[in-house]
């Protein structure tokens, strides 16, 4: 499985941007798929998440309110949509796909990642 991300840019505090990130080869039929961002001189931390099969979803507290994960099952793809962005939202952001069936929570971060797409700057500047 090949994960292609895109989306990424610079922004001012307030505005939006959409990353996508498409899964393909051989996609299997259950998986969770997000996104995961590293802010320099910190850890990666998950963003957000959603479940192939239910739509489940997972966001870290920081991100709720303001960003919206969906997919696309037909064409394999999800979006995160990050609205009223804010400086600390700036990190390299990473697609990530997790085998598995995750309709009771999509919490990837619990989980050892099988695939990591490459990541895409987001810049968020005051």
């Known amino acids: 499985v090949q994960l292609q991300a895109s989306g990424g840019g610079l922004v001012q505090a307030g505005d939006s941007l959409r990353l996508s990130c498409r899964a393909s080869?051989?996609?299997?039929?259950?998986?969770?798929m997000g996104w995961f961002r590293q802010a320099p001189g910190k850890e990666r931390e998950e963003v957000s998440s959603?479940?192939?099969?239910?739509?489940?979803?997972y966001y870290t507290d920081s991100v709720k309110g303001r960003f919206t994960i969906s997919s696309d099952k037909a064409k394999n793809t999800v979006f995160l949509q990050m609205n009223s962005l804010k400086p600390e939202d700036t990190g390299v952001y990473y697609c990530?796909?997790?085998?598995?069936?995750?309709?009771?929570?999509?919490?990837?971060?619990?989980?050892?990642?099988?695939?990591w797409g490459k990541g895409t700057q987001v810049t968020v500047s005051s």
């Open positions: 990530a796909a997790v085998i598995g069936d995750f309709s009771d929570g999509c919490d990837l971060s619990m989980y050892g990642t099988d695939y």
């Open positions: 080869g051989s996609t299997p039929i259950k998986y969770g």
């Open positions: 959603i479940y192939s099969i239910t739509g489940t979803t």
